[in-house]
């Protein structure tokens, strides 16, 4: 039974965060039900007796549609800098040594993708920022 489940805070992302504002603490779970959110908001309180609803300054929920659309602007992204750095290198040097850049390149982006799939970590903005990054670098060596 769902209301029988406790919220638990496994895999979960939790920062404290201080700045201008004061002192602030981020939450990422995974998504939540409305009686696991009512669950983990009291659980909060219980532990923080001065916490109230009114605290929570936010509270994003991104699911398989903003998912996808992130994976498709990555690809888009990728295509892009790699079509991009084809005519570069072409253009400068020889098309065979584009083809083997963008190779090795696109191995190295394969490679970093696998061991985030392998142990099963979270694909978010800052991960296609990374991608693109190495990707970045890459082409430079």
Known sequence: DASDRTV??????IQKVIGAGGEEVVI?????TEDERAKLL????VEWPEFSEKDIR?????????????????????????VGMVIYISFRFQLKF???AMAALLFDAFVVIAAFSVFKLELNSPFVASVLTIVGYSIND
Do not use: F, H, K, M
């Open 8 to 13: 638990t805070l496994e895999n979960s992302y």
């Open 28 to 32: 990422r779970t995974v998504t939540l």
């Open 42 to 45: 009291t659980a909060i309180a």
């Open 58 to 82: 936010n509270v994003e929920n991104v699911g398989p549609v903003v998912g996808g659309e992130l994976l498709r602007n990555a690809l888009l992204a990728l295509l892009l800098a790699s």
């Open 98 to 100: 584009a083809v083997a």
